[in-house]
C-alpha cells in the first residue's frame, strides 16, 4: 500500500464527511425513534427497498431498527456470503447499494423512527484477489488491499476443528484464519485506526449501533478499543448499541466481552429449535428452568444476563447450518412453516417474554446453501411487497409483525399466571399489560386462564389488530371478565391457524366492555301434551343487548328464539325430556346454560275400536267403500286416506265392514264413499244439523263399537 493512495482516499473521505455533516445538522431530528428492543435483521436487502420498508411497515409497525448487511466493499464472486470478505472500510459501495444510496437509507429511516445497526466485519479480509464491489482491487498473494499491507496481518495459520475444544487453544481461534479468510492484526495500532475511522464514518453517516461478526476471533481488548475510540453517542442522542456474534463452543468465555456489547444469545436460538420440536427432551413448558426468570436469568443452560443478550430465532447463517428453526430453506430440507407453525410460534415467544434485545430475520429463500440473494425486487412494479415469493418478508408477516408492539407495550413487565396445559402449551402474562398463550400441540387447546389485563374485549394480534374506528377487530376477539379470566379457543397445531393468542392493553376494543347475558333462569313448563310442550323463563339482560335464546332439549339444540319462550312439538308420548337455554347477545357473545327443566309428555289417549258395516252401496267394478270423516284414522275428509272397509261376500249390494281406531271421548262426523282410486261418489247428506253421519266415542271402549248404518244413501 503506498502513502500517497492513502491519502487520496482520505481527502475523499475528508470532502465526503464534511458534506454529511452539514446535511446532518440541518436535520437534526424532530421526530421519534421507535422503542429500541425490537430490530429486524434484513438479509442482504439493497438499501433503498429496506427505505421504502422503513416508511411504509418497519416504522408503522413499530419496529427500532433494522440490521443491515455488511456496508463496506468485499468481493464479488456471485455467493451470498462475499460480503463477509471485506476489501474497503472507506467507499462504501457494497452488493446492496452505493454509499449515497446508504446515506438516503440512514435519513429515510430515522424519519420513520427506524434505527440502522451496521453489520461489521473486522476480523479478516478476502482472500483470493480480484475487483470489489467499489472498483478496487485486491490481492491476499501480495497482502495488497486498499488501506492495508503485509504488516495488518497475522501469520498464514488455519484454525482447527480442536481449537474451539476445551482447553483447545484460544491464540489460534483469534489469530489464525477462519475458514482461510486473511486474519487482521487487530491488536495492531494501524489496524485499528482503520476500523476506527470505518466505525466514526458510519456514526457519522447516522448509524445507530454495530453487529461485530466474528467477535470470538478477535481479544476483547481489540473490541473495546475499537467501541472506545468512537463517539459514545449516536446522531439521534443514543447510546451507539453494540452486539457480538459469539457462537458458544468450548472455549470461548462469553463473559470477556460483554464489556463492549452484548453478545448473540445462540443458546436462545437452539433452546427455540429444540423446545418447538421437542427435541432432545425439550419441551417449551420447561423452559424456564433452562434459561431462567427476570431478575434471574441463567438458567441450566447458563443463559447471559437478559441486558447482555441479543436473540433471534435464527440468523442466516443459523439457517443454512441447520442450528436453528427453518423458514425458508428449501434444499430439502422441511421447514418448520411446513405441517406446524413452529417458526412463527417461536418467534411469538421470543417477542412475548421479556428477555433481550430481539431481533426477527427476513430473508430470501433459497434452493443451496450458497445462493446468493434474488436479483428479483421485493416489490412489483406497482410497489406491492411479494411476500414469500423470492424474499420472504418475515417482518410482515401479521401474527410476528403485530408482536413487536406487544414488546414495546409490555416492556418492563414481568411473568406472571405462567401455566403450561401439555409440555407444549404454556401461557403468561406480562403484568397487566398482555397476555400470550401458545399452543404447540397437534390438538386445539380450550381454556379458562387467569390474566392480570383490566375487563375488557381485545384484539387478538395474532390474528389482527383494531379496527380504524377501535370498535373491533380485524381478526378474532378474545373477553377478559371482570375477574380477568378469558376463555380461550386455540387451534391446534398442523392447520391453518397460528395457534396463539396474544392480547395487550393497546388493543382492547374501546365503546365499553362487552359482558356475556346473564344466564337465563326459572324455566317453567306449560302446555304439555303427548306431543308438545311449552318452556319459558325469566329473560336475560345484557350490556348490548340479547339477540336470541339457544333451546335445547337433551343438550341438543331444538330451536332459537327472539323471546323468552318456545314451544317443542314432535314429541313422543309418555316420555321425558331435559330442557335448558342459553342467551347470545348482538356481540356473539353467548350466555352460560340454564338449569334445566324436566317435561314428561302426556300419555297418547287411549283408542276406542268402531266397526262400520254399510251395505247395498251397489258398487261398480274398481270401486270400494271406504268411512271417510273428520278424524285421522278416517282421513280428515280425504276418500284417499280413508278407512277402507272389506266386502262381505260378493255382489253389488252385499254389506261392507271395518273396524277403525278413533279417539275417545269424541264426536266423530263421516260419510261412506265410493272410491276407485280417482273418483270419489259421496253419500247425499243426512238429516242431522251437519249433514254427515255423527257418533260419539265414549270415555272407554272396553269392546268395539258396533256402528250398523244400514244401506248407502245415495
Ligand atoms: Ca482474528
Known amino acids: 500500500m503506498t502513502t500517497g493512495n492513502r491519502t487520496t482516499l482520505l481527502k475523499r473521505l475528508l470532502a465526503t464527511c464534511a458534506v454529511l455533516c452539514t446535511a446532518l445538522a440541518v436535520s437534526t431530528p424532530a421526530y421519534a425513534l421507535n422503542p429500541s428492543d425490537t430490530s429486524v435483521q434484513m438479509f442482504r436487502w439493497k438499501w433503498n427497498d429496506i ?9 408503522p409497525q413499530g419496529y427500532g431498527g433494522v440490521q443491515v448487511s455488511p456496508p463496506h466493499a468485499a468481493a464479488s464472486l456471485g455467493f451470498w456470503y462475499d460480503m463477509y470478505q471485506p476489501v474497503d472500510y472507506t467507499l462504501l459501495n457494497s452488493a446492496m447499494g452505493t454509499e449515497a444510496e446508504f446515506q438516503t437509507m440512514i435519513n429515510t429511516c430515522h424519519t420513520a423512527g427506524v434505527r440502522i445497526y451496521a453489520d461489521v466485519v473486522v476480523n479478516h479480509l478476502a482472500p483470493g484477489s480480484g475487483t470489489a464491489t467499489n472498483g478496487r482491487t485486491w490481492n491476499a498473494n501480495t497482502f495488497s488491499y486498499p488501506f492495508f499491507g503485509v504488516n495488518d496481518f497475522h501469520a498464514n495459520c488455519p484454525i482447527q476443528g480442536a481449537d474451539y475444544g476445551s482447553p483447545g487453544n484460544q491464540n489460534s481461534v483469534r489469530n489464525c484464519r ?13 489496524v485499528r485506526g482503520q476500523v476506527k475511522n470505518y466505525l466514526a464514518k458510519l456514526l457519522t453517516m447516522g448509524v445507530d449501533g454495530f453487529r461485530f461478526d466474528a467477535s470470538k476471533h478477535m481479544q476483547p481488548a481489540d473490541l473495546l478499543a475499537f467501541v472506545s ?14 452486539t457480538h456474534e459469539i457462537i458458544p463452543d468450548g472455549n470461548v468465555n462469553r463473559a470477556d466481552y460483554l464489556n463492549s456489547g452484548t453478545v448473540n444469545e445462540f443458546k436462545f436460538t437452539y433452546a427455540m429449535r429444540e423446545t418447538f420440536r421437542g427435541t432432545n427432551g425439550n419441551q417449551l413448558s420447561q423452559i424456564r428452568t433452562y434459561m431462567g426468570t427476570p431478575g434471574n436469568w441463567g438458567g441450566t443452560w447458563g443463559f447471559v444476563d437478559s441486558a447482555k443478550a441479543t436473540v433471534f430465532v435464527n440468523n442466516w447463517d443459523t439457517e443454512r447450518g441447520g442450528d436453528s428453526l427453518l423458514a425458508s430453506n428449501f434444499t430439502g430440507i422441511t421447514n418448520d412453516t411446513q405441517g406446524s407453525k413452529r417458526y412463527d410460534l417461536a418467534n411469538i415467544f421470543m417477542l412475548a417474554w421479556p428477555y433481550g434485545h430481539a431481533q426477527v430475520h427476513s430473508g430470501f429463500r433459497f434452493t443451496n446453501h450458497e445462493q446468493t440473494s434474488p436479483s428479483a425486487s421485493p416489490f412489483d412494479a406497482s410497489g406491492n411487497p411479494q411476500i414469500n415469493v423470492n424474499w420472504d418478508f418475515i417482518h410482515r408477516w401479521g401474527n410476528i409483525s403485530n408482536m413487536v408492539k406487544f414488546r414495546s407495550t409490555t416492556s418492563g413487565q414481568g411473568i406472571g399466571n405462567f401455566i403450561s396445559g401439555t409440555a407444549n402449551q404454556i401461557a403468561f402474562s406480562r403484568g397487566n399489560k398482555g397476555f400470550v398463550a401458545i399452543n404447540n400441540e397437534f390438538a386445539a387447546w380450550n381454556i379458562t386462564l387467569q390474566t392480570a389485563l383490566p375487563a375488557g374485549t381485545y384484539c387478538n394480534v395474532i390474528q389482527g389488530q383494531l379496527t380504524a374506528a377501535q370498535t373491533g377487530c380485524t381478526g378474532g376477539s378474545v373477553v377478559v371478565n371482570s375477574s380477568g379470566q378469558a376463555t380461550l379457543n386455540i387451534a391446534a397445531n398442523g392447520g391453518s391457524a397460528v395457534p396463539a393468542v396474544a392480547l395487550h392493553v393497546n388493543q382492547k376494543v374501546t365503546g365499553g366492555i362487552d359482558t356475556p347475558p346473564t344466564t337465563p333462569t326459572n324455566l317453567t313448563k306449560s302446555n304439555v301434551t303427548p306431543s308438545a310442550a311449552t318452556i319459558s323463563w325469566t329473560a336475560s339482560t345484557d350490556n348490548v343487548g340479547v339477540s336470541s335464546y339457544q333451546v335445547l332439549r337433551n343438550n341438543v339444540q331444538v330451536g332459537t328464539t327472539a323471546t323468552a319462550s318456545f314451544t317443542n312439538t314432535g314429541l313422543t308420548p309418555s316420555t321425558t325430556y331435559s330442557y335448558t337455554a342459553r342467551a347470545f347477545d348482538t356481540a356473539g357473545q353467548s350466555s352460560g346454560i340454564s338449569a334445566p327443566v324436566s317435561v314428561t309428555t302426556l300419555a297418547a289417549p287411549p283408542g276406542c275400536a268402531v266397526t262400520f258395516t254399510i251395505a247395498n252401496a251397489n258398487t261398480t267394478m274398481g270401486q270400494n267403500l271406504y268411512v271417510v270423516g273428520n278424524q285421522t284414522a278416517i282421513g280428515n275428509w280425504t276418500p284417499a286416506s280413508g278407512f277402507a272397509l272389506v266386502i262381505q261376500g260378493s255382489g253389488a249390494n252385499v254389506p261392507w265392514s271395518g273396524t277403525a281406531t278413533l279417539p275417545v271421548s269424541t264426536a266423530v262426523q263421516y260419510k261412506y264413499v265410493k272410491w276407485n282410486g280417482s273418483t270419489a261418489v259421496w253419500e247425499s247428506n243426512q238429516t242431522t244439523t251437519s249433514g254427515n253421519r255423527q257418533l260419539t266415542t265414549p270415555a272407554s271402549c272396553a269392546s268395539p263399537v258396533a256402528k250398523n248404518d244400514g244401506n248407502f244413501k245415495p
Open 229 to 242: 475510540s468512537v463517539a459514545q453517542t449516536t446522531q439521534m442522542g443514543e447510546p451507539v448499541w453494540v
Open 51 to 59: 427505505a421504502k420498508e422503513c416508511t411504509n411497515w418497519l416504522g
Open 178 to 190: 477462519l475458514v482461510g479468510l486473511i486474519d487482521l492484526a487487530t491488536e495492531s495500532t494501524y
